[in-house]
């Protein structure tokens, strides 16, 4: 079999135990439902059906997004609980707009609705636990466990070896590190003395060994191809765990051109259902935004033009999506409107700074006329803050990944300004400090933490003593 035809064979994992949860979370929904309204002596209709379908279909549509359903050895619990509720509260709230449009929830059904709402991720939450302790339980006892062992004296052996012998409810019994070369790679490789592969493999001929784990480099092609092939003449299963994470990884995900398996190094995490749900939460916030703050708005810029000469609104040019230039509306704050090649931050006691300007940026005020940008789609609730182009220019020389912050839409707040990188960045740790959090942001983006980007800002950036 040829190269080209290989790359066909890579399939996602799948297996009968995951199509059985499934169906158990099914027949959940549907049981509990039936239950709650014989208990309270009334007839099954078709909005009853409704319920069922929809919630059936927007769960398992959620759980394939977020991973429910994948494989559960070595996944904590307390991710599925998360998952779970995600996916049933995701469900309700579908449920109560379809209302808004169809009535599916009658006032005689209230009482109906509310008691499957509370009792069905109760349920879901019950069987899960017990599933999965059970195998826990059994895996600790050394039943349905795996035999697993390591190829690759490295760092990321070493951490998979951790997690074997730390981690028992995972059911893998650590059988070694096996390299044939003549010194360990990483930090612990003068500490430890390991078996040659070939060991390996006469072990995995007899039936000692389930799994294995290779870990040696990609440099190593060579070596790990000829490995491979002897273990074909075994039964073992074997991985090969490649150590992308020295490419220092941006949101990387598998995907596939043609039937060639790729993994992205640097990419936006808003592609796709990700990239819909995310536009949705920015208009959707925004206008309800916008309906809230409207006589705010009008008030603030009538005393911007009352207090001082210029124009009410100062738009300057940022770096938007993609590193292309977009025009950023704020209420102009300063007596002066810098937009050229050189840009001067505001300083503590600033003389620039007007005195309703030193109120509005103290309380982010200024940066209300935002929401406008949001809806026309030039930037997001949250996301990286956008610099000034000058700004841009000076720091992507100074600071390693400093553009790939650009993957995303700017936002009037993020996750640097929670964590205290709000304000003024006068030095270069600063502004190190602030691309940390913005590209930690788009490694771990999800709509439950714009949510609470959303919320410490509300509650904890506004009380902010660094912004002049």
């Known amino acids: 079999m040829n190269n080209d035809s290989n790359f066909g064979l890579i399939r996602p994992h799948e297996s009968k135990i995951q199509a059985f949860a499934r169906l158990l979370d099914v027949a959940v929904i549907g049981i509990t439902l039936w239950a709650v309204i014989d208990i309270n002596h009334l007839d099954w209709d078709s909005k009853h059906s409704w319920w069922l379908l929809v919630s059936i279909v927007m769960f398992f549509f959620v759980a394939e997004l ?242 001082s000469s210029g124009p009410i609104l100062f738009k300057q040019r940022r770096f938007g999506l993609d590193g292309n230039e977009i025009s950023v509306w704020k209420f102009r704050s300063m007596s002066v409107t810098e937009d050229g090649g050189t840009v001067t931050q505001a300083k503590k006691n600033d003389p620039r700074v007007t005195k309703l300007g030193k109120f509005l940026r103290k309380t982010s005020l200024d940066e209300l006329p935002q929401f406008i940008n949001v809806l026309q789609g030039r930037m997001s609730v949250v996301g990286p803050r956008p610099h000034a182009v000058a700004h841009n220019e000076l720091y992507r020389k100074q600071i390693k990944g400093y553009m790939l912050r650009h993957k995303v839409k700017p936002g009037i707040t993020g996750l640097a300004q929670v964590r205290g990188y709000r304000g003024e960045t006068d030095t270069l740790d600063k502004m190190e400090g602030r691309i940390k959090y913005d590209l930690e942001y788009i490694r771990h983006w999800s709509l439950y933490m714009d949510i609470k980007i959303v919320f410490l800002t509300v509650f904890n950036v506004f009380l902010s003593e660094d912004v002049y």
């Open 66 to 307: 977020n991973g429910l359903y994948r494989e559960r050895r070595g996944v904590l619990f307390i991710k599925s609980l998360k998952n779970i509720l995600l996916n049933w509260f995701i469900v309700l709230i579908a449920l109560i707009s379809i209302n808004q449009f169809y009535l599916l929830i009658d006032p005689v059904y209230e009482q109906v609705f509310f008691l499957w709402a509370c009792f069905v991720p109760i349920e879901l939450l019950s069987w899960h636990f017990m599933v999965d302790s059970f195998l826990c339980m059994i895996r600790r006892n050394g039943r349905n466990s795996r035999k697993a062992a390591v190829i690759g004296a490295n760092n990321l052996g070493f951490e998979l070896q951790r997690l074997f012998e730390e981690e028992d409810w995972m059911g893998m019994a650590f059988s070694g590190i096996y390299d044939d070369r003549l010194f360990g790679r990483g930090e612990h490789s003068t500490k430890k003395e390991y078996s040659d592969v070939r060991e390996l493999v006469d072990s995995a001929k007899q039936g000692k060994v389930d799994i294995v784990y290779i870990t040696l480099p990609l440099k190593a092609e060579d070596r790990i191809k000829e490995i491979i092939s002897e273990l074909s003449d075994t039964t073992v299963s074997v991985y090969y765990v490649p150590d992308f994470f020295g490419f220092d990884l941006l949101r990387a995900q598998w995907s596939s051109v043609g039937n060639i398996a790729v993994i992205s190094i640097y990419d936006s995490p808003f592609y796709g259902v990700d990239g819909v749900l995310k536009r949705i939460f920015d208009i959707l916030f925004s206008l309800i935004a916008l309906l809230i703050i409207a006589l705010p708005m009008f008030v603030i810029a009538l005393l911007v033009k009352l207090t």
